[in-house]
């Protein structure tokens, strides 16, 4: 049954999955994958993560809604790159999982399994974050030189592609196109490469004629049947920094659609960024979840789940 995304904060939440008779593989900070064989049953809960940290508090939906969305991006996508999807349909999945259906239903994906290229496909199309500081550092992004004068939310000439290292723990580490050659090979690296340059300015593209800058986005990749897929979510507030077009200002922190907003109350209660990490108020909750059903809205053109 499609969930209605209204103003309010929703009841149920998901913080974590247990499904008796499956093999959990990994929890990740948001997703708790399952291994059923040659497929696997991702699960997006209401987990967020901040500053490599989950937080104790839930956002109700907040799984649905990046299920959703990476549904979308996939379905608008299409074959170019193929995906990793097999089945969002609980009832279609088999194994047994339709007896799970309350706990699966929207927010839960039956995919293949690639092996995953143990590097960050990151595309910035702005300079926000840790870009950002580097740029004020060096006046480069990863090896890419940037003309003098840019400021913090400057729009990028072409997009450019900056890969990261995937870490287990901690953060992800800015790598150079040269370094990502070196960890996955030439030939892999340039593929991925175009790949994900691509699928940014095509969606950045849809997104803007949503009223939605897409600012940066990171990409994972996998070898399935010898083809790379896109594996993984795909362009969610989590992976993603979604700004609104019309209040876009460069030179200041920029209004999102994102998970910004937690970062930033974090922040400022002086969060020393070290776990345990701080329970949310109600308030910041209720934000936190206008923000990511918002982005949603304005992406998909849907109402609901």
């Given at each position: 049954m499609p969930v209605e995304l209204g103003g309010t904060v929703m009841g149920a939440t998901v913080f974590e999955t247990n499904l008796p008779g499956f093999k959990l593989l990994a929890?990740?900070?948001?997703?708790?994958?399952?291994?059923?064989?040659?497929?696997l049953l991702i699960v997006s809960s209401d987990r967020l993560s901040a500053f490599d940290c989950v937080l104790p508090t839930p956002i109700p939906d907040k799984g649905r809604i990046l299920n959703g969305l990476s549904r979308f991006w996939f379905r608008f996508l299409g074959d170019l790159p193929r995906n990793h999807l097999i089945t969002a349909d609980v009832e279609q999945m088999g194994h047994g999982l339709e007896k799970h259906h309350e706990t699966l239903a929207g927010r839960s994906m039956l995919v293949v399994k690639a092996e995953v290229f143990p590097v960050e496909c990151v595309v910035r199309g702005y300079l926000m974050g840790s870009g950002w500081k580097e740029y004020q550092q060096k006046g480069s992004v990863c090896g890419h030189a940037?003309?003098?004068?840019?400021?913090?939310?400057?729009?990028?000439?072409?997009?450019?592609?900056?890969?990261?290292t995937k870490?287990?723990?901690?953060?992800?580490?800015?790598?150079?196109?040269?370094?990502?050659?070196?960890?996955?090979?030439?030939?892999?690296?340039?593929?991925?490469?175009?790949?994900?340059?691509?699928?940014?300015?095509?969606?950045?593209?849809?997104a803007l004629k949503r009223n939605v800058i897409i600012a940066d986005t990171k990409f994972e990749f996998g070898l399935f049947n010898g083809a790379i897929i896109l594996v993984d979510e795909v362009l969610t507030p989590d992976s993603s920094r979604f700004w609104p077009r019309q209040q876009w200002t460069p030179g200041q922190t920029q209004l999102s659609f994102d998970k910004q907003f937690v970062r930033d109350y974090l922040e400022g209660i002086g969060w020393n960024k070290q776990p345990p990490a701080?329970?949310?108020p109600e308030t910041v909750v209720h934000k936190t979840r206008e923000k990511y059903v918002e982005a949603y809205k304005q992406i998909t053109g849907q109402e609901n789940l």
């Amino acid at each position: 049954m499609p969930v209605e995304l209204g103003g309010t904060v929703m009841g149920a939440t998901v913080f974590e999955t247990n499904l008796p008779g499956f093999k959990l593989l990994a929890r990740g900070k948001v997703r708790d994958v399952y291994d059923l064989g040659e497929k696997l049953l991702i699960v997006s809960s209401d987990r967020l993560s901040a500053f490599d940290c989950v937080l104790p508090t839930p956002i109700p939906d907040k799984g649905r809604i990046l299920n959703g969305l990476s549904r979308f991006w996939f379905r608008f996508l299409g074959d170019l790159p193929r995906n990793h999807l097999i089945t969002a349909d609980v009832e279609q999945m088999g194994h047994g999982l339709e007896k799970h259906h309350e706990t699966l239903a929207g927010r839960s994906m039956l995919v293949v399994k690639a092996e995953v290229f143990p590097v960050e496909c990151v595309v910035r199309g702005y300079l926000m974050g840790s870009g950002w500081k580097e740029y004020q550092q060096k006046g480069s992004v990863c090896g890419h030189a940037l003309p003098r004068g840019l400021k913090q939310g400057s729009r990028l000439d072409q997009p450019i592609f900056t890969p990261a290292t995937k870490a287990k723990t901690g953060h992800d580490e800015n790598i150079t196109f040269e370094t990502a050659c070196e960890i996955i090979g030439q030939n892999y690296a340039e593929q991925l490469r175009e790949m994900s340059l691509s699928i940014y300015k095509r969606s950045a593209e849809h997104a803007l004629k949503r009223n939605v800058i897409i600012a940066d986005t990171k990409f994972e990749f996998g070898l399935f049947n010898g083809a790379i897929i896109l594996v993984d979510e795909v362009l969610t507030p989590d992976s993603s920094r979604f700004w609104p077009r019309q209040q876009w200002t460069p030179g200041q922190t920029q209004l999102s659609f994102d998970k910004q907003f937690v970062r930033d109350y974090l922040e400022g209660i002086g969060w020393n960024k070290q776990p345990p990490a701080p329970p949310l108020p109600e308030t910041v909750v209720h934000k936190t979840r206008e923000k990511y059903v918002e982005a949603y809205k304005q992406i998909t053109g849907q109402e609901n789940l």
